[in-house]
Nanobody, 119 residues
Framework: QVQLVESGGDLVQAGGSLRLSCAASTTISSLTGMGWYRQARGNQREWVASITSAGITDYADSVKGRFTISRDNAKNTMSLQMNSLKPEDTGIYYC?????????????WGQGTQVTVSS
């Protein structure tokens, strides 16, 4: 079982920045990958960004050029730097980790952190 705890969500004005953090209960180098997802009220949960164990990153088109995903192996944390925030970025942001157990790919989710971007 991998425990994930998000932090950093806040209320921010459009154009502002926030940095989210996800702390994992295991060494993140042991994880297949990690990523950020978000869910706006009334919408489905959507993928935002991901980073592999090799450090390869990818982003949803809606956040490219504005968000940066990173990890700190020494601290077992993953971060999402969010710049030039827009009201449509509002939602609950979730950290996800994938890992192998007994030959199966498993996923763990954090409880989420609220990001609200005001106009």
């Amino acid at each position: 079982q991998v425990q994930l705890v998000e932090s950093g969500g806040d209320l921010v004005q459009a154009g502002g920045s926030l940095r989210l953090s996800c702390a994992a209960s295991t060494t993140i180098s042991s994880l297949t990958g990690m990523g950020w997802y978000r869910q706006a009220r009334g919408n489905q949960r959507e993928w935002v960004a991901s980073i592999t164990s090799a450090g390869i990153t990818d982003y949803a088109d809606s956040v490219k050029g504005r968000f940066t995903i990173s990890r700190d192996n020494a601290k077992n944390t993953m971060s999402l730097q969010m710049n030039s925030l827009k009201p449509e970025d509002t939602g609950i942001y979730y950290c996800k980790a994938t890992y192998w157990r007994l030959g199966s790919s498993l996923g763990s989710w954090g409880q989420g952190t609220q990001v609200t971007v005001s106009s």
